[in-house]
């Protein structure tokens, strides 16, 4: 499994897309060959935060205890726009990119390393892992712990065969609701109209989320990056394209 430990191969130049590229889409629920931890605690975080990482064990060998948590995960996150532009949003808050394409994933672990050497004392809170979100969300984030999710611009699966590989389902959202925090955000957008009403009607079915409102989401400064903090957002502005929203707030537990 890479790490940051391959900082030395960034050289002096940031990495080039082209080096990494892959197929856009892969089927999310073929197996993957890779790593998946048991469980929250097993993925040591010290190798893609290591600022937010010390104590007086730290330089001893040992694993030292987290000072934060990560709190955003962008699913699906392609090759990091939205994570960067995020940063400087809140650069004291964690956040991962979640993609299960390989090449694509390493790409982003690099782009990291290379805005951290460029940019002392910046981008030291994003970094990405290869992951399938789809069957290990809870294999990284504890009960409660994210306090926004992100699917920007997800694979449509037009096929009707084909739409029980959505990232949006009835039995996808009750992971999600488990891993956000109660208040927690779920924002998702697509350019296809038939995909944003199916995650229109499946979050708006879900009894533990809630549409923002208008006044909610014109004060949030997320919002407006959600169209254009991805390629896939930028491709859908430059040719003029419609996009459509959703953003939905994970309730309180009803028996609090």
């Avoid at 955003?72 to 979640?98: E, Q, Y």
């Avoid at 290869?130 to 504890?142: I, S």
């Avoid at 009894?207 to 903090?229: H, I, K, N």
Wanted: with cysteine; proline share 7%.
């Amino acid at each position: 499994m890479p790490t940051f430990a391959s900082a030395s191969n960034v050289g002096n130049t940031a990495p080039r897309k082209k080096h990494f590229r892959q197929r856009a889409h892969c089927n999310p629920l073929n197996d993957g060959y890779y790593r998946v931890p048991v469980g929250p605690w097993e993925t040591d975080w010290s190798e893609h935060y290591p600022t937010f990482f010390g104590g007086e064990d730290a330089g001893r060998g040992e694993t030292a205890a987290p000072k934060k948590k990560i709190r955003f995960a962008d699913v699906g996150c392609g090759f990091g726009g939205m994570l960067v532009r995020l940063s400087g949003l809140f650069p004291d808050t964690l956040m991962l990119g979640m993609e299960i394409r390989d090449k694509v994933s390493e790409y982003v672990r690099e782009r990291c390393l290379a805005l951290r050497r460029d940019h002392p004392g910046e981008y030291e809170n994003i970094s990405c892992v290869r992951a399938n979100a789809m069957k290990n969300l809870p294999q990284y984030f504890e009960k409660g712990q994210l306090e926004k999710l992100f699917f920007l611009f997800p694979d449509p699966h037009f096929k009707t065969a084909n739409h029980r590989r959505r990232i949006v389902t009835t039995t996808l959202l009750a992971e999600y609701a488990y891993v956000l925090a109660e208040g927690g955000i779920l924002y998702t957008i697509t350019d296809v109209e038939e995909l944003g009403k199916w995650m229109s009607d499946h979050m708006s079915a879900h009894p533990m989320f809630e549409r923002v409102s208008e006044s909610d989401l014109a004060a949030d400064p997320v919002v407006p990056l959600l169209y254009t903090g991805t390629e896939e957002g930028q491709k859908v502005e430059r040719n003029s394209g419609r996009t459509f929203l959703n953003v939905f707030r994970r309730i309180p537990n009803p028996n609090h």
